[in-house]
Protein backbone atom coordinates (compact mmCIF):
# COMPACT_ATOMS: atom_id res chain seq x y z
CA UNK A 1 0.00 0.00 0.00
CA UNK A 2 0.91 4.08 -0.05
CA UNK A 3 3.06 5.20 2.83
CA UNK A 4 4.23 8.49 3.76
CA UNK A 5 7.49 9.31 6.15
CA UNK A 6 8.26 12.78 7.13
CA UNK A 7 10.93 13.76 9.79
CA UNK A 8 9.92 14.24 13.32
CA UNK A 9 9.04 16.92 14.64
CA UNK A 10 8.93 19.65 16.65
CA UNK A 11 11.48 21.95 14.81
CA UNK A 12 12.22 24.95 16.19
CA UNK A 13 14.41 27.63 14.16
CA UNK A 14 14.95 31.28 14.43
CA UNK A 15 13.77 34.06 12.20
CA UNK A 16 15.63 33.98 8.90
CA UNK A 17 17.21 30.45 9.22
CA UNK A 18 17.03 27.85 5.91
CA UNK A 19 14.20 25.30 6.69
CA UNK A 20 13.97 21.66 5.27
CA UNK A 21 11.38 19.11 5.77
CA UNK A 22 12.37 15.44 4.89
CA UNK A 23 9.62 13.47 2.83
CA UNK A 24 9.39 10.32 1.33
CA UNK A 25 7.11 8.08 0.05
CA UNK A 26 6.32 4.47 -1.42
CA UNK A 27 3.79 3.98 -3.63
CA UNK A 28 2.61 1.53 -6.53
CA UNK A 29 1.76 3.78 -8.88
CA UNK A 30 2.76 7.43 -10.07
CA UNK A 31 1.29 9.60 -7.66
CA UNK A 32 0.57 13.02 -7.12
CA UNK A 33 2.59 14.73 -4.28
CA UNK A 34 1.57 17.49 -1.83
CA UNK A 35 2.67 19.34 1.20
CA UNK A 36 -0.44 20.72 3.04
CA UNK A 37 -0.19 23.29 6.05
CA UNK A 38 -2.17 23.52 9.06
CA UNK A 39 -1.98 27.27 10.81
CA UNK A 40 -2.47 27.10 14.50
CA UNK A 41 -6.63 27.31 14.75
CA UNK A 42 -6.96 26.79 11.16
CA UNK A 43 -7.94 23.72 8.48
CA UNK A 44 -5.42 22.25 6.37
CA UNK A 45 -4.28 24.30 3.42
CA UNK A 46 -2.86 22.94 0.09
CA UNK A 47 0.39 24.80 0.06
CA UNK A 48 2.11 23.04 -3.02
CA UNK A 49 1.89 20.08 -5.10
CA UNK A 50 3.60 18.33 -8.31
CA UNK A 51 1.87 15.73 -10.26
CA UNK A 52 4.68 13.70 -12.11
CA UNK A 53 8.88 13.61 -11.42
CA UNK A 54 11.05 16.38 -11.63
CA UNK A 55 8.19 18.77 -10.94
CA UNK A 56 9.06 21.41 -8.54
CA UNK A 57 6.02 22.88 -6.62
CA UNK A 58 6.66 26.49 -5.02
CA UNK A 59 4.25 28.85 -3.30
CA UNK A 60 4.77 31.33 -0.40
CA UNK A 61 8.41 30.79 -0.64
CA UNK A 62 8.20 27.07 -0.09
CA UNK A 63 9.66 24.48 -2.41
CA UNK A 64 9.71 20.66 -2.83
CA UNK A 65 10.79 18.91 -5.97
CA UNK A 66 9.30 15.50 -7.24
CA UNK A 67 12.22 12.93 -7.02
CA UNK A 68 11.30 9.57 -8.41
CA UNK A 69 14.56 8.20 -8.04
CA UNK A 70 14.95 8.77 -4.30
CA UNK A 71 10.66 8.47 -3.79
CA UNK A 72 11.30 12.20 -2.39
CA UNK A 73 9.95 15.55 -1.88
CA UNK A 74 11.37 17.72 0.55
CA UNK A 75 10.13 20.59 1.40
CA UNK A 76 12.58 23.81 1.75
CA UNK A 77 12.06 27.15 2.46
CA UNK A 78 15.42 29.84 2.50
CA UNK A 79 14.45 32.21 4.95
CA UNK A 80 11.58 31.58 8.06
CA UNK A 81 9.70 34.24 9.20
CA UNK A 82 7.22 33.38 12.66
CA UNK A 83 3.71 33.91 10.25
CA UNK A 84 5.14 30.14 9.07
CA UNK A 85 5.23 28.78 12.38
CA UNK A 86 2.47 25.60 11.42
CA UNK A 87 2.38 22.08 11.50
CA UNK A 88 3.14 20.57 7.72
CA UNK A 89 1.85 17.43 6.48
CA UNK A 90 3.37 15.59 3.27
CA UNK A 91 0.82 13.40 1.34
CA UNK A 92 0.49 11.82 -1.88
CA UNK A 93 -2.63 10.89 -4.17
CA UNK A 94 -2.96 7.95 -6.36
CA UNK A 95 -5.78 9.11 -8.60
CA UNK A 96 -5.51 5.44 -10.32
CA UNK A 97 -7.67 4.30 -7.32
CA UNK A 98 -10.44 6.25 -8.67
CA UNK A 99 -10.43 8.60 -6.09
CA UNK A 100 -8.62 11.69 -4.60
CA UNK A 101 -7.83 9.82 -1.55
CA UNK A 102 -5.20 11.28 0.25
CA UNK A 103 -2.38 8.98 2.46
CA UNK A 104 -0.77 11.75 4.67
CA UNK A 105 2.07 11.60 6.97
CA UNK A 106 2.43 12.10 10.85
CA UNK A 107 3.12 15.97 10.54
CA UNK A 108 5.98 18.07 11.67
CA UNK A 109 5.58 20.81 13.96
CA UNK A 110 7.47 24.04 12.93
CA UNK A 111 8.20 26.94 15.51
CA UNK A 112 9.88 29.98 14.39
CA UNK A 113 11.20 32.27 17.27
CA UNK A 114 11.81 35.94 16.98
CA UNK B 1 -16.78 31.82 -1.58
CA UNK B 2 -17.72 30.10 1.47
CA UNK B 3 -15.11 27.60 2.66
CA UNK B 4 -15.72 24.03 4.18
CA UNK B 5 -17.57 24.35 7.66
CA UNK B 6 -17.97 21.65 10.69
CA UNK B 7 -19.73 21.51 13.46
CA UNK B 8 -19.24 21.54 16.26
CA UNK B 9 -15.51 22.86 16.38
CA UNK B 10 -14.90 20.99 19.74
CA UNK B 11 -16.74 17.94 21.23
CA UNK B 12 -16.46 15.99 24.59
CA UNK B 13 -18.46 13.23 25.96
CA UNK B 14 -18.42 10.49 27.54
CA UNK B 15 -17.65 6.53 26.66
CA UNK B 16 -21.00 5.25 25.23
CA UNK B 17 -22.28 8.18 24.34
CA UNK B 18 -23.58 9.26 20.66
CA UNK B 19 -22.15 11.88 18.77
CA UNK B 20 -23.09 13.73 15.27
CA UNK B 21 -20.44 15.85 13.22
CA UNK B 22 -21.54 17.97 10.91
CA UNK B 23 -19.63 18.77 7.31
CA UNK B 24 -21.39 21.47 4.95
CA UNK B 25 -18.88 21.31 1.46
CA UNK B 26 -18.10 24.25 -0.58
CA UNK B 27 -21.28 24.63 -2.51
CA UNK B 28 -21.42 22.90 -6.23
CA UNK B 29 -18.85 20.23 -4.91
CA UNK B 30 -19.72 16.76 -5.27
CA UNK B 31 -17.22 15.22 -3.70
CA UNK B 32 -17.06 15.18 0.21
CA UNK B 33 -14.23 13.22 2.06
CA UNK B 34 -13.92 12.58 6.02
CA UNK B 35 -10.68 12.27 7.38
CA UNK B 36 -9.46 11.81 11.27
CA UNK B 37 -6.06 12.22 12.84
CA UNK B 38 -5.92 10.11 16.04
CA UNK B 39 -2.94 12.00 18.60
CA UNK B 40 0.41 11.68 17.28
CA UNK B 41 -0.38 9.30 13.80
CA UNK B 42 -1.49 10.38 10.53
CA UNK B 43 -4.38 11.46 9.24
CA UNK B 44 -6.33 8.84 8.23
CA UNK B 45 -9.07 8.30 5.07
CA UNK B 46 -12.49 7.47 6.01
CA UNK B 47 -14.50 7.59 3.43
CA UNK B 48 -15.44 9.55 -0.01
CA UNK B 49 -18.80 10.53 -1.85
CA UNK B 50 -19.93 11.42 -5.26
CA UNK B 51 -23.27 13.48 -4.43
CA UNK B 52 -25.11 11.25 -2.35
CA UNK B 53 -23.29 8.11 -2.67
CA UNK B 54 -20.42 6.36 -0.94
CA UNK B 55 -17.86 6.19 -3.34
CA UNK B 56 -15.24 4.44 -1.16
CA UNK B 57 -15.62 3.76 2.73
CA UNK B 58 -12.71 1.61 3.08
CA UNK B 59 -11.05 3.50 6.02
CA UNK B 60 -14.15 3.23 8.41
CA UNK B 61 -12.93 1.59 11.30
CA UNK B 62 -15.92 -0.14 12.52
CA UNK B 63 -19.67 -0.38 12.54
CA UNK B 64 -20.03 2.21 15.18
CA UNK B 65 -19.10 5.20 12.77
CA UNK B 66 -22.01 5.75 10.35
CA UNK B 67 -21.61 8.44 7.42
CA UNK B 68 -24.53 10.06 5.63
CA UNK B 69 -24.98 12.35 3.01
CA UNK B 70 -28.60 13.26 2.05
CA UNK B 71 -29.16 14.90 -0.84
CA UNK B 72 -25.83 15.17 -1.82
CA UNK B 73 -25.52 18.63 0.42
CA UNK B 74 -24.03 18.34 3.91
CA UNK B 75 -23.26 15.07 6.05
CA UNK B 76 -22.67 13.81 9.43
CA UNK B 77 -20.53 11.48 10.45
CA UNK B 78 -22.44 9.63 13.42
CA UNK B 79 -20.13 7.55 16.30
CA UNK B 80 -22.45 5.28 18.16
CA UNK B 81 -21.05 4.60 20.99
CA UNK B 82 -18.45 6.05 21.02
CA UNK B 83 -15.07 4.59 22.77
CA UNK B 84 -11.73 6.04 24.22
CA UNK B 85 -9.88 5.25 21.00
CA UNK B 86 -12.25 7.48 18.76
CA UNK B 87 -10.65 10.44 20.09
CA UNK B 88 -8.97 13.09 17.88
CA UNK B 89 -9.64 15.33 15.21
CA UNK B 90 -12.14 14.88 12.26
CA UNK B 91 -11.53 16.55 9.35
CA UNK B 92 -14.11 16.96 6.41
CA UNK B 93 -12.78 18.04 2.40
CA UNK B 94 -14.42 18.54 -0.40
CA UNK B 95 -13.40 19.26 -3.95
CA UNK B 96 -15.20 19.48 -7.34
CA UNK B 97 -15.67 16.93 -10.02
CA UNK B 98 -12.60 14.72 -10.77
CA UNK B 99 -9.39 14.65 -9.43
CA UNK B 100 -9.70 18.65 -7.98
CA UNK B 101 -7.78 19.70 -4.65
CA UNK B 102 -9.27 18.80 -1.74
CA UNK B 103 -10.58 22.23 0.61
CA UNK B 104 -10.04 21.20 4.06
CA UNK B 105 -12.15 21.96 6.90
CA UNK B 106 -10.89 23.54 10.71
CA UNK B 107 -11.93 20.14 11.92
CA UNK B 108 -13.96 18.73 15.51
CA UNK B 109 -11.88 18.30 17.72
CA UNK B 110 -13.35 15.22 19.72
CA UNK B 111 -12.64 13.97 23.32
CA UNK B 112 -14.16 10.82 24.67
CA UNK B 113 -13.44 10.69 28.36
Known amino acids: GNSVTQMEGPVTLSEEAFLTINCTYT??????LFWYVQYPGEGLQLLLK?????DKGSNKGFEATYRKETTSFHLEKGSVQVSDSAVYFC?????????????FGKGTKLSVIP | EAGVTQFPSHSVIEKGQTVTLRCDPI?????LYWYRRVMGKEIKFLLH????????ESGMPNNRFLAERTGGTYSTLKVQPAELEDSGVYFC???????????FGNGTRLTVT
Open chain 2, 93 to 103: ASSQEGPSPLH
Open chain 1, 27 to 32: ATGYPS
Open chain 1, 50 to 54: ATKAD
Open chain 1, 91 to 103: ALSDSGAGSYQLT
Open chain 2, 27 to 31: SGHDN
Open chain 2, 49 to 56: FVKESKQD
